[in-house]
């Protein structure tokens, strides 16, 4: 089992940058496909970008690619989220979470973080 923590978000202006990180608990985290969603006011929950657990393979919703980075350190048992040129519509409550399998599909993650909130301003 893992338990997840978000830190990072925040009140920024359009066009800044701001990154989240993760932090896990628990000895086998390095083994885990970890991902971040985000859920705006209203809307489902989204997906956002994912890594393998050897930080190799990456994933990203079209909506961030060229804007967002996922990085994780498997030694300090972190992922974290870079996220760049920040746009109002990226405004949102994002989570971190935890699979067994490489999905981009919120309900195949087995653990998720509490969330943090993210929000732009125009």
């Known amino acids: 089992q893992v338990q997840l923590v978000e830190s990072g978000g925040g009140l920024v202006q359009a066009g800044d940058s701001l990154r989240l990180s993760c932090a896990a608990s628990?000895?086998?985290?390095?083994?885990?496909?970890m991902g971040w969603f985000r859920q705006a006011p209203g809307k489902e929950r989204e997906f956002v970008a994912a890594?393998?657990?050897?930080?190799?393979?990456?994933y990203y919703a079209g909506s961030v690619k060229g804007r967002f980075t996922i990085s994780r350190d498997n030694a300090k048992n972190t992922v974290n989220l870079q996220m760049n040129s920040l746009k109002p519509e990226d405004t949102a409550v994002y989570y971190c979470?935890?699979?067994?399998?490489?999905?981009?599909?919120?309900?195949?993650?087995?653990?998720w973080g509490q969330g943090t909130q993210v929000t732009v301003s125009s």
């Open positions: 890594i393998s657990a050897s930080g190799i393979g990456r």
């Open positions: 628990g000895s086998t985290f390095s083994t885990y496909f």
């Open positions: 979470a935890a699979g067994n399998i490489a999905t981009m599909k919120a309900h195949e993650y087995d653990y």
